[in-house]
Nanobody, 125 residues
């Protein structure tokens, strides 16, 4: 079984910075794309940023130039560095990963999408 665990959320003032991280653990053979999504109260979940196993990235227009996604493949961890935070960035941030995992039954592996439990980021003075 695989788990994604986020950390690093919290309260920050407008204009401030925060980094959230997400680590995958379990019977992992490899990890393809990893990403961060967010959902604010009363709004639909949206993709914030994503990164491929090769390091290619894409960002939502609303965070371009302010957020940076990165990953450490050796640690199975993805990071989201958030700068110049705005009140509208307030949301629950959840990580997502497409993981090739080992399974006991034939054929011994499967590709599956996993989600973290989410971490609250609040931008307020």
């Amino acid at each position: 079984q695989v788990q994604l665990v986020e950390s690093g959320g919290g309260l920050v003032q407008p204009g401030g910075s925060l980094t959230v991280s997400c680590t995958a653990s379990g019977s992992i053979l490899s990890i393809n794309a990893m990403g961060w999504y967010r959902q604010a109260p009363g709004k639909q979940r949206e993709l914030v940023a994503a990164i491929t196993s090769g390091g290619s990235t894409n960002y939502a227009d609303s965070v371009k130039g302010r957020f940076t996604i990165s990953r450490d493949n050796a640690k199975n961890t993805v990071y989201l560095q958030m700068n110049s935070l705005k009140p509208e960035d307030t949301a629950v941030y959840a990580c997502n990963a497409e993981i090739l995992e080992y399974i006991f039954a034939y054929p011994g592996r499967r590709l599956r999408e996993y989600w973290g439990q989410g971490t609250q980021v609040t931008v307020s003075s």
